[in-house]
């Protein structure tokens, strides 16, 4: 992937097609993330960052922490009011709403694939 911009995509699971995905990629965009909202029809991937928080949040999240080549490093599933630990391999972070990745199959070692709206 090329230069990264704000918008919408797809993402591709191993049990998911076509999940709606939100694209954070200017630092006002991944500053902000899921914080104020009620929750997130889809995902929302983070570039270009190895750890997230949940200060601010509404509700519990599920995280991934995805390599540069979108190999999963790890889920974990954050309450509101946490600090994540840091991904040293990690390049981007997945969030959805708690209990979703599950579904989607997304574990250690799974790799996604990501649209974008204008590709």
């Given at each position: 992937m ?7 995509g ?26 104020g ?8 991937l ?6 997230v928080?949940t ?16 190999t ?12 994540g ?5 990690g ?10 990745m ?18």
């Open positions: 090329g230069k990264w911009v704000d918008g919408t797809t993402l591709t699971a191993p049990h998911a097609l076509a999940v709606p995905l939100e694209i954070a990629a200017s630092y006002r965009a991944r500053r902000r993330g899921l914080l909202r009620d929750g997130i029809p889809g995902a929302l983070i570039v270009r960052t190895n750890s928080h200060f601010g949040m509404r509700f519990p999240i599920d995280v991934a922490h995805l390599d540069r080549s979108f999963v490093l790890s889920v974990v599933t954050m309450p509101p009011g946490r600090l630990m840091i991904r040293p391999r390049r981007h972070v997945l969030e959805a709403e708690a209990g979703t599950a579904g989607w199959g997304l574990r250690r070692g799974a790799r996604v694939r990501v649209e974008t709206a204008d590709e």
